[in-house]
């Protein structure tokens, strides 16, 4: 019997530990055990053997660790291939010694023990690679399955499950790591767990190691509620501890056994044990549990999608998706893809997030830049920022393929159509990494004018993908709306669809609400009230401009009307911090300003009594009062003025202050922030006022040196550096001599900042200076960080050492302005 | 001894706001209260946000001969730890980190505002000391207990005590597995916030 066909015919056992055994057998601390495979195959079989006859049905491989990072190819007496085939034939004769040949051969992938990018320093792609290796050999050696256990991480997992299926058709059993909190380390909890697991396709799912049987059932019982495939469920032995300097586990083969009734009440059928479990708790758990009730999972119809944390339901409360990650009629969002503001687009992404937006979409698709990289870079740095799903929106193929590769998490994907051409893209897309797909009601006969033909295409749809393997409930349907400035009755069809495709075919729906106004004036007014209308008439989730308040307020007074918000909660919350959209008056008057570290008491560097509002704001950090100041000044006076006048005397006095420590960091960088939002409103006059791009004081390059992540004090002297009026050339962290040198010729870069906190990346900075002397690039080169020192600096032939960002500021302004 | 789990509720961290301040370079003498407050607040979404964990285990160690330690993952050349470690037979070794929400929560603060991001840096630096002190208090008890007494705890980076010393710890304590806490190449923990620490007790 195949291994999927026997999950589903009845209760499943797997293996327990292997290396609490093997320590029993003298494995030393730190001793990679799968050496043993090699060296000591009687004991590797022997244990099988034993787990065989105590009721195992599936071998775990002694290949937990096997993988290229700690076994070379090429190694003569431990090659990976080596250790894994071993580990293989190992399994196959307990198997043939035990008489169970019945039995089914696991190959045991365990984690990497690195942390991937963007936190970590691994290439997911590289991660990839690396099982790619062990997986091809395991399969070739005669593998039934492939089982990746002790996952922390959801984004390695999905790693490990890709490269499973892209080399081999061997069935996929994934369990993690869930701790005391019930979710794995890096924040998963068990529903997004089972989405992400089932959006890739695996063939059962479940936890292994970290806690105890008892502390595990919890965490079953809510995989098997949403899981459509076998849960698995593979405890420790407890908690470890020592007695007569021996490591025991605390639960011993009966308690164990025992703890499983629940286990198997809660929904698991692939039953075994981890760290600590023995043949003895194995056969004892196999007695008491292969003769209680077994069911075969049911089928589940949860629309889900998830980040790296959590999952989102698309059901009965309308989903908000945050549509302003998009550059289609934004100026400033081009201009940030063209200049590769990464930061602009995360702070867009945030802030919808504070908005209460469930999911954000992104589409960064623009025909001067590459696409593919683009995407790829955004939807890496706003998971670094932001635990809210993504939506990819694109129609670049390729970008869409990279982008749910690389998304962490089950993504929602924007979009497909009932074009026969589009399906035959996009669905082996959504396939082969998992998504949410939304549907637009349209195909090669154009967008039809009546709510019958858009369900009829919508239906075309849903039968298509199922031919590739997609449920329904993996689809939403985008039954269009189009505005009603073109088409009088355009608003009653789209409503009319929503309405069908909720009540006669039970399918979810998505909308981009604001186009019905297109072409109108005060297009919120109406977008509002027929976002209202979409949801009372079924609207699943709404693409939609979170900053709204007519689309908020319709959101809200609509989930309270229909008793979606309990007690009317969010309701509550979202009226008494209700702000209509007025601006206040600003002049001479008071504004109500919170922001501030200096309180008025003790505020040592105020300034004269005649002092200017602006300086004043600016001094206490206040950056709403800054930015409504400027925004009255301007009226009258010239940009210039306004810098030279007010912002760069209102810095100079916090500078002072810092440098004579009467004002600290957070307070400066607060000034500097409220400068910044001075700034901004003079750009924007003089951009308006086609006046040019205003007077830079120069170009000057910050960078965090190759192989460092720290980037607080960089991005520290950055904001200062711009509050002075220099154009700031950022390149990162981690960044390359090579791309310094290259920036600095193509800016003609006067001045270069370099950052390193480390003494083991000062020689990558000494190597970016050596490559810039050598280029012959006349810049000047300022270096910092935590580990720097003027003598460190000397040596390694940097021009100057600044002990902080006010320095940096000081020696920009001499060899820049001198 | 094997490998021992240690986790502690953010909220129980006792963050002092004047080490916090203290970290940011501020003089005590011209904190006002809005400066606290700005801590507190602060404070409050990093509690949020972090988990508090740590694994440690015991082990015997020798010393052969002056600034030389034979530690359980091998010979250590170093004459600070050396004079840290006179006189002690056994050591705690214990990894620690208020894990990766962390980070993620800086990214996303110097992307708003920078005066924030700052400031968290220091709750979070504050917040992984505290940990490390809690869980050094716990062990000098147990040893306590015992007669025994704790060294100063000191980690790869102190002296001349080479950062190469991570990949022995971690390869005996394997706080990977334990805590999702890696090494990378270059010999940095991910997430950042994170410590590592020998103690020896005499």
């Known amino acids: 019997m195949k291994l999927s066909e026997k999950i589903k015919s009845g209760f499943t056992y797997f293996e327990g530990g292997c290396g609490t055994i093997l320590q029993s057998k003298g494995l030393k601390p730190g001793e990679l055990p799968e050496t043993w495979n090699i060296l000591h195959p009687d004991i590797i079989t022997g244990m099988h053997y034993d787990y065989l006859t105590a009721g195992a049905d599936i071998i775990k491989t002694n290949t937990f660790g096997a993988n290229i ?61 690396i099982f790619a290796e062990t997986v091809k050999i395991g399969a070739a050696a005669g593998a039934d399955a492939v089982l990746i256990e002790t996952m922390n991480d959801i984004y390695e997992a999905k790693a490990a499950v890709l490269a499973v299926k892209e080399n081999c058709d061997l ?45 595990m059932a919890d965490v079953v019982k809510t995989m098997a509620e949403y899981a459509s495939v076998p849960v698995v469920c593979c405890p420790n032995a407890g908690l470890p501890r020592v007695e007569n300097g021996k490591t025991v586990f605390d639960v011993d083969p009966q308690d164990f056994a025992e703890a499983f009734e629940d286990i198997v009440k809660g929904g698991a059928t692939i039953l075994g044990g981890c760290c600590g479990t023995t043949p003895a708790h194995i056969k004892a758990m196999h007695d008491l549990t292969v003769g209680m009730e077994f069911s ?30 998009n550059p289609t009629g934004k100026s400033k969002f081009k201009q940030a893809l063209r200049d590769h503001n990464i930061d602009y687009i995360l702070q867009e992404g945030l802030t919808q997030q504070d908005k209460k937006a469930d999911v954000l979409d992104v589409n960064v698709g623009l025909p001067e830049i590459d696409e593919v990289a683009m995407m790829k870079e955004v939807v890496t740095e706003l998971q670094a920022v932001t635990d809210l799903p993504l939506q990819i929106d694109t129609t670049n193929i390729e970008a869409m393929e990279q982008a749910l590769r690389l998304y962490n998490g089950k993504a929602m994907v924007n979009s497909v159509n009932g074009k026969e051409e589009v399906m035959r893209e996009v669905f082996p897309l959504v396939a082969k990494y998992g998504g949410l797909c939304v549907a637009l009601t349209l195909d090669e006969g154009g967008i039809p004018d009546n709510a019958k033909d858009r369900v009829s ?16 409930r993996d689809l939403i349907i985008d039954p ?25 075919h039970g399918l979810n729906t998505v909308l981009g609400v604001s186009n019905i106004s297109f072409g109108l004036p005060n297009r919120d007014l109406i977008n509002g009230t027929f976002f209202a209308m979409a949801m009372q008439n079924g609207l699943s989730a709404a693409i939609m401009n979170p900053n709204s308040s007519e689309m908020m307020k319709a959101y809200y007074t609509h989930n309270a009307l229909r008793a979606l918000d309990e007690n009317c909660m969010e309701y509550v919350d979202y009226a008494v911090n209700f702000v209509p959209d007025v601006k206040a008056p600003v002049q001479g008057g008071k504004t109500s300003d919170t922001a501030g570290a200096s309180g008025e008491a003790k505020d040592k560097n105020a300034g004269a009594d005649n002092e200017a509002p602006l300086v004043t704001a600016i001094r206490k950090g206040l950056k709403d009062r800054a930015a409504a100041l400027t925004e009255e000044m301007i009226k009258t006076e010239s940009s210039m003025d306004i810098i030279d006048g007010y912002l760069i005397p209102a810095l100079d006095i916090v500078g002072k202050g810092f440098e004579n420590k009467t004002i600290f960091l ?58 002075y009026g220099y154009d700031v050339y950022d390149l990162g962290k981690d960044v390359a001599p090579e791309l310094i040198v290259e920036t600095a010729i193509k800016e003609d870069i006067r001045l270069i900042g370099l950052s390193a906190l480390m003494t083991t990346t000062v020689p990558a900075m000494e190597e970016t200076i050596k490559q810039l002397r050598a280029s012959g690039c006349p810049c000047r080169v300022v270096v910092g960080g935590a580990v720097m020192t003027k003598e460190y600096a000397d040596m390694i032939g940097a021009d100057k050492y600044c002990k902080d960002a006010m320095e940096t500021v000081r020696y920009a302004e001499e060899v820049l302005q001198g | 001894m094997s490998l021992v789990r240690y986790a502690v509720n953010a909220s129980e961290l006792n963050i002092r706001e004047s080490e916090v301040l203290r970290y940011l370079g501020y003089d ?36 052969p001969k002056e600034g030389v330690i034979d530690m359980p993952y091998g010979r250590v050349v170093s004459k600070d730890l050396y004079n840290n470690l006179k006189g002690c037979e056994e050591v705690y070794i214990f990894a620690a980190t208020i894990g990766a929400e962390y980070d993620r929560l800086v990214k996303r603060s110097s992307i708003r505002s920078m005066a924030n991001a700052a400031v968290i840096n220091s709750i979070g630096a504050t917040a992984v000391e505290e940990l490390c002190d809690m869980l050094n208090e716990m062990l000098r008890l147990e040893a306590l207990e015992e007669g025994h007494a704790l060294r100063p705890r000191y980690s790869p980076g102190y002296g001349d005590l080479a950062l190469e010393n991570q990949k022995g710890i971690f390869s005996v304590l394997l706080p990977e597995k334990n805590l999702s806490l890696t090494l990378k190449d270059n010999l940095i923990m991910a997430p950042e916030k994170s410590v590592t620490a020998i103690i020896g007790i005499v």
């Open chain 1, 296 to 325: 075969v999972p049911t089928t589940k119809t949860d629309s889900l999608i998830s980040s790296y944390t959590h999952s989102v339901a698309v059901g009965d409360k309308t989903v908000l998706i945050g549509e302003r990650i």
């Open chain 1, 457 to 472: 295409i919508a239906l075309k749809i849903v039968k298509r993908a199922a031919d590739y393997g997609i449920q329904a």
């Open chain 2, 28 to 63: 005590p003498k011209l904190v006002t209260e809005a400066d606290l407050q700005m801590v507190q607040n602060l404070r409050e979404e990093v509690i949020g946000k972090i988990a508090p964990k740590a694994v440690y285990d015991r082990f015997r160690i020798e010393l």
């Open chain 1, 69 to 129: 990072l700690k076994y070379a190819k090429d190694d003569e007496q431990f090659s990976l291939s080596g250790v894994i085939e071993a580990a293989i034939a190992n399994a196959g004769e307990a198997r043939v010694r035990a008489g169970r040949e019945d039995a089914y051969i696991a190959l045991d992938v365990g984690p990497l023990g690195k942390l991937l990018k963007p936190l970590g320093d691994m290439e997911f792609e590289k991660a990839v690679g």
């Open chain 1, 666 to 723: 957070p307070q400066l960088l607060m000034s500097a922030e409220a400068a910044n939002s001075a700034f901004a409103v003079i750009k924007e006059t003089i951009a308006g006022n086609a006046e040019g791009d205003g007077d830079s004081k120069g170009k000057i390059i910050v960078a965090t040196v190759k192989g460092d992540i720290h980037d607080i004090g960089k991005n520290i002297v950055k904001v200062l550096l711009e509050n």
């Open chain 1, 171 to 215: 069935p996929i059993i994934l369990t993690c790591a869930f701790d005391e909190s019930g979710k794995l380390l890096t924040g998963a909890d068990p529903v997004t767990v089972v989405t992400v697991a089932e959006a890739l396709g695996v063939t059962a799912v479940g936890v292994n190691c970290s806690v105890g049987p008892r502390q």
């Open chain 1, 480 to 504: 269009l709306c189009m505005s009603i400035s073109a088409d009088p009755n355009s608003a009653n069809v789209t409503l009319e669809s929503l309405r069908l495709l909720r009540d006669e």
